[in-house]
């Protein structure tokens, strides 16, 4: 069975520094082609919010895999690097790996063999 999601991208993005729903953001960033992976919340109660990141992944050959969503963080990193304002969230796009290490090549590994 394919799943076929309309997406309507005809409305402008907003300006700059200007607020921005979830769903655009992330449209936004899959459609630019920025996106290496998406991580999806495995209990995520919302299916259309799902039916949507599922076939924007799909139609834009971004990796996606599910994790529990205990493991789904966003934070801002101090200067100090240090997490600061941590909050749970059901999706994460990850547009940068930043330098490579082993959690990285682990990442990698588990993106391939899905």
Do not use: W
Request: proline share 4%; with cysteine; net charge negative.
């Amino acid at each position: 069975m394919k799943v076929v999601v309309a997406v309507e991208t005809s409305a402008p993005a907003p300006a700059l520094g200007e607020p921005m729903d979830l769903m655009t953001a992330l449209q936004l960033v899959i459609e630019k082609h920025a996106a290496h992976l998406c991580v999806l919340a495995e209990d995520c109660n919302q299916p259309d919010y799902v039916k949507l990141v599922k076939a924007l992944c799909a139609d834009h050959n971004v990796s996606l895999i599910t994790v529990p969503s205990a493991t789904l963080r966003l934070c801002k990193i101090d200067s100090e690097g240090k997490a600061r304002k941590v909050v749970g969230c059901s999706c994460v796009v990850v547009k940068d790996f930043g330098e490579e290490t082993e959690a990285m090549n682990v990442v990698q590994q588990q993106v391939k063999s899905h």
